[in-house]
């Protein structure tokens, strides 16, 4: 069973001056007989923008219960991760934890890479480490970030941030512990996977979480507060940043799972595009919803006058942006199993609507 392909109504076309405008806003105006490089972002930008040609939208064939599908990978994920990380001596570290570990979530990370694994022919259970430690490697970053010298958030998931209850100290320490251990946890509970793509898994992670992933975008975010950056410098941190360990929750299912190189590439352009749409997103979500509805401290790039999309590109500008990522991620899935890629499918749609 293929995709469905369905043809919305050709749009509006644009003048020449709009187009004009249009690009020169992204910074792509070049002087007479100049050429320029486009970056993906300033790309969407100019197409929606100025789009003329007819858009395909992707559906999967058959019914998809999305969220049956959701809460049915977070039970399994959460006695995955509960079993994991037990309580023990230090008290307070392991306290401090599964504090943030066990704390819900959407859990969409740990659900990309099981669905990726499952796309491709691989059983769950084989890539159910790698997604336990997608989890663990995020909530790090959520610890981390949440500390006065980042951030500087009081509230997650609805609670008080890890240091508000353990102090920066356990906090940092509980982060560090967790993204150690998210690399052994790969190495010794991955079952039924050859030694080298085991070995490839924990390398794609390493790089997703590091100085060539999350890290560099943290560091260029924190620089840039109180800037004024270009979609540039705003796409290097949303793709370090959020879009990397995206990438790699995809691309380890699908390498656990047993893909083909092409099929790999296919996908981790599909989680390219869905993360960087989830931090747009997140961006818009940022400046329209109340710290109730986000369960974190709402406005709080206003506060410290960061570059986000909405403020570089308007706010229906950045629904457009997200709009034709969302777009762009779910063409990839065409030519897979329409039930196999379904989960993919809505974890794209969910990504580009969510309301928290």
């Known amino acids: ?74 039970k399994m994920v959460n006695k995955a991760l509960d079993e994991a990380v037990p309580q023990k001596y230090p008290d307070n570290l392991y306290e401090s934890m599964r504090y943030s570990l066990l704390a819900g979530g959407k859990r969409v990370r740990p659900a990309l890479c099981l669905a990726a694994c499952e796309l491709v022919g691989g059983d769950v259970t084989a890539a159910l480490p790698a997604a336990c430690a997608m989890e663990m490697v995020h909530t790090m970053s959520l610890i981390h970030d949440d500390l006065p010298s980042m951030d500087n958030d009081d509230f997650r998931r609805g609670r008080p941030t890890n240091h508000k209850v353990y102090g920066e100290d356990i906090a940092i320490l509980s982060g560090d512990a967790l993204l150690t251990f998210a690399f052994e946890h790969i190495a010794r509970a991955t079952k039924g996977v050859s030694a080298d793509r085991v070995l490839r898994v924990i390398m794609e992670l390493g790089r997703a979480s590091g100085a060539e992933g999350l890290v560099a975008g943290q560091v260029v975010d924190i620089q840039s507060e109180d800037k004024s950056v270009g979609l540039d410098v705003l796409q290097f941190i949303h793709i370090h940043k959020t879009a990397a360990l995206l990438e790699a929750s995809v691309v380890c299912g699908a390498i656990a799972g047993g893909a083909d190189e092409a099929t790999i590439e296919k996908l981790r352009k599909y989680s390219r595009n869905i993360g960087l749409a989830f931090q747009v997103i997140d961006d818009i979500l940022d400046v329209t919803q109340t710290t109730e509805q986000l369960g974190k401290t ?52 969910y990504i580009g609507y969510r309301q928290n």
């Open 1 to 74: 069973m293929q995709m469905q392909l369905q043809f919305p109504a050709r749009q509006a076309g644009c003048s020449a001056r709009r187009r004009d405008r249009v690009t020169r806003s992204c910074g792509l105006k070049p002087k007479q007989g100049q050429l320029v490089k486009a970056s993906p972002i300033q790309r969407v930008v100019v197409r929606v923008a100025t789009a003329t040609a007819e858009q395909v939208e992707l559906k999967p064939a058959g019914s998809f219960d999305f969220n049956l599908y959701m809460m049915d990978r977070a």
């Open 298 to 349: 709402a406005a709080k790039d206003l506060a410290v006058n960061k570059t986000t999309y909405p403020k570089l590109l308007g706010l229906e500008k950045s629904k457009e942006v997200a709009d034709q990522l969302i777009f762009e991620a779910i063409q990839q899935l065409d030519g897979f199993d329409a039930a196999k890629a379904a989960p993919l499918v809505a974890l794209a749609k």
